[in-house]
């Protein structure tokens, strides 16, 4: 059965008919506050529902019980602060109760009921989150970037997202019917943001066995310089469906949605994501939402020992590799040859073989998708 | 609140069990990751509530929500 959301109710936060004209017609009269494409992102999540239960930014006190109980004010796990940063000068003048206008590109995007405005410790908030205060983790750096105070309060969506993938976006509300059309019932997620190479396709194989079908989540959103570009991804996956995969057992959907880099944490919240949208078993790999050495390889699986209330069935799945012995795709659990007959497939090389213009071998990546990744003039994010 | 009242404010509170059960409990959790009844307590009934939200929930598409979703599902070549 289709997983119930996060809380027990799909949020839906999106402006609609009568009411979206009068937001649009208020939104113009109020005091304007400028956000960046990702708190756009944030905007959005939470207006469709990938974020339920939150209806806004988080207040002070959800905010303080997620960094340091990784649980909300109501005891409901959740693990990323979602939070909307401010200078005091841009919200002089506005107070608790007022209702402001957030602007992305010139135009008012949502409306906020202004319900606290506070200070935080952005340092406290990086060592939570992130485990680390180096400013070599992405994460950490655009915390510490971050302005002075903290605004919590419910959003209304006054402006949907534009892209040009946006034929391949599905929200929670669709995703839920799909499958119920389908007759799925048991969903397995697969989150990425990469091109599928042959441990990719193994690890969802895997996870197939057992499920309905398979929710394949490529994340379009702000990623890192050299992280591969959305339309590479669709574009990969579709050949890799196309000539690998039964009919009728995949969804490619885009999810719209920020890359925190946050390891154990952002897994968690992954999951509930994908909880939201219907699945009943999310997949995690080796370093899930990883950069870097900041977390174990495995660290992300343990964190989720602390949440038998999850709602959603992580599906600890090893790294794959091939085995000349065993003569295809294995996993340590199953195969029991030494090190010596096997092939790790490397992110790093794949990403400098194709940077080079070069095909891959097909123990690493079809070759189906490989064209189709080689034929991308520059398929790396800058 | 500031967050010293934060704080302060109390994260627990008490609930009563039998001290049959609570001995009881104390003996299945020596030798195991749990550090007390408390805390092995806590993760035993966050797991049964949350089974038991699970079961009360119903989704709530209007008949003319779920229309137009499906419309654009297989206008978009996904039904």
Redesign the interface.
Known sequence: M?S??HG???VNRVARSKRLEHLRAEARELPRINISYERYIDLLDIAHGAFSPLEGFLL??DY?YVLD?MRLSN?LPWTIPIVLDVDPEEISGVKEGDDIALYYGGEPVAVMRVEEIYGWDKKKHAQSIYKTLDTGHPGVKKTLEMKELLVGGTIDLIKDLEHPLI??I?WP??T???F???GWKKIVAFQTRNVPHRGHEYVQKAALTFTDGILIHPLIGWKKPGDYRDEVIFAAYEALIKHYYPENVT?L?GLVMNMRYAGPREAVHHAIVRKNFGCTHFIIGRDHAGVGDYYGPYEAWEIF?E?????IVPLFIREAFYCKKCGGMVNEKICPHPEEYRVRISGTKLRKMIREGKMPPEYMMRPEVAKVVLSFKDPFVH | MSPRELEKRGKYTTVSIPVTLYNRIKKLIKDTGFTSVSQYVTYVLREIVAAHEEARYEEPFSEEDKKKILEKLRRLGYI
Do not use: M, S, T, Y
Request: glycine share 6%; charged share 45%; no cysteine.
């Open positions: 289709v119930r959301p027990g109710k799909l002070q006190e303080l109980d005891d034929h391949r599905l509300a669709e839920r019917i799909l119920r059309e389908k969804v959907a020992d949440f038998p209330d999850l709602g």
